[in-house]
């Protein structure tokens, strides 16, 4: 009998543990199953472990404005604004720019500020530090090609294939010596092969333009890039550079409205009087463009002119820019510019009827129609470099004349043996 009963309260005690065990065992494997919390990265921190306002900055609203609300002090912004001058300043905060305040989920006062000036690069203030670091976004860079055929401008040919605009600008600029975009025609043809880039699979722009091609009248242009310690810009088939003395035009995506006349009637005057200079029409504000290297030797108002920069780029030629709607800052007698610079505003400043720059050419003191000069070479590119040029010339020669018109395709792989800029 005593027996019976050991056996029977050792199996009672074997059944509790393992029931027990299996209890236990069971637990465990439904916490296996259970979904970890997943983390929210962005700007570097785990954002589940703030709270987070996300906005826009409005207009006329100051740094000040936004974090005052979120218990930071006038001292602690002054100080942030100080000690990020030479980070990104506050200053150059922009109105429908996105922002974003971190505090901690037991605070109220905010611990971060982040700026967002474009989609490649983001500034984090500190406000606990007072200390601010911008930091650059990791860039994918794609290689691709476009084609296509001019319908009206370049500009709108490309908006029609829904090709960006800097693709535009970027080929412009590098046959803009070669290729007078004021007169090219329905029917011309051109090609790129080019990079785009990327942003955690967002597209944000467009990246270095590798190779170009335009036909215009039936005249081909190419436009290759090469790149190494002595060189870097685009040259042509035979390795002379695209980039020329002078500019074909001082402003971008304009058209000619009157030329080089000597007997033009004159809108406001309303008499037959000399036009000793070419009219770019473009909208108000556009830039204008020093068309040389040189010095400024007036940057001034007459009734006339309006406001008007002159430059003299050496003793035989000089440029002046007229009906400006302002001068660009720092113009003045003395200063050096560069080709390309930003001179000024388009504008209709002095006699004009409507925005343009009227742009006049001087050659040994008289005034001339440049479109009809045959303006100074630069120098060529070395003999002995251009063995290793043209390496290059025919790899990317060989994609451009691969390139199909009206297509835009992904390129994949890069060919690692065409030499491109970085």
């Known amino acids: 009998m ?115 000036p474009n989609a490649i690069s983001y500034v984090v203030y500190d406000l606990r530090t007072r200390k601010a670091q911008l930091v650059e976004r990791e860039i994918t860079r794609v290689l691709k090609t476009a084609s296509g055929t001019i319908t009206s401008s370049l500009w709108q040919t490309m908006m029609n294939q829904n090709l960006d605009y800097e693709l535009a600008a970027k080929l412009e600029d590098a046959l ?123 940057a001034s108002y007459t009734k006339g002119n309006g406001n008007y920069v002159k430059i003299r780029h050496d003793k035989t030629y000089e440029t002046q820019y007229l009906h400006m709607q302002k001068i660009a800052t720092g113009m003045s007698p003395g200063i050096q510019v560069k080709q390309g610079q930003v001179i000024g505003y388009v504008g209709s400043t002095g006699l004009a009827t409507g925005p343009h720059v009227c742009f006049r050419f001087w050659k040994n003191g008289k005034q001339v129609n440049h479109l009809a000069l045959n303006l100074p070479e630069p120098e060529p590119m070395a003999q002995e470099e251009l063995p290793h040029y043209f390496v290059v010339r025919d790899k990317l020669k060989e994609v451009l004349d691969g390139i199909q018109f009206h297509e835009v395709e992904e390129i994949i792989p890069v060919p690692e043996e065409v030499e491109v800029a970085p």
Request: proline share 3%.
């Open 2 to 116: 005593r027996y019976g009963i050991l056996m029977t309260l050792a199996l009672l005690f074997f059944i509790s543990i393992s029931s027990s065990t299996w209890k236990r065992d069971i637990h465990i494997d439904h916490l296996n199953e259970l979904p970890l919390p997943t983390k929210n990265l962005k700007f570097g921190f785990n954002l589940n472990d703030f709270h987070v306002t996300q906005a826009e900055i409005e207009s006329n609203q100051f740094l000040a404005d936004i974090l005052i609300p979120h218990k930071v002090s006038y001292q602690a912004v002054a100080e942030i604004a100080e000690n990020a001058k030479s980070v990104f300043s506050v200053r150059a905060l922009r109105a429908g720019k996105s922002y974003y305040i971190l505090n901690a989920d037991t605070s109220d006062q905010a611990d971060y500020f982040i700026y967002e």
């Open 176 to 298: 803009a010596w070669s290729v007078d975009f004021h007169h090219i025609q329905k029917g011309d043809l051109f090609k790129a092969y080019y990079e785009e880039l990327y942003v955690d699979d967002n597209r944000v722009g467009v990246g270095d333009l590798h190779a170009a091609y335009f036909r215009n009248s039936n005249n081909d242009y190419y436009a290759l890039r090469y790149a190494n310690e002595k060189y870097d810009g685009f040259y042509d088939l035979e390795g002379r550079p695209m980039k020329k003395v002078f500019l074909k035009s001082p402003v971008k995506y304009s058209r000619i409205s009157s030329r080089y006349n000597l007997s033009r009637f004159h809108p406001v005057l309303r008499r037959v009087k000399a036009h000793l200079g070419t009219d770019y029409a473009a909208p108000y504000g556009t830039p204008i463009y020093a068309v040389a290297n040189g010095v400024v030797t007036k």
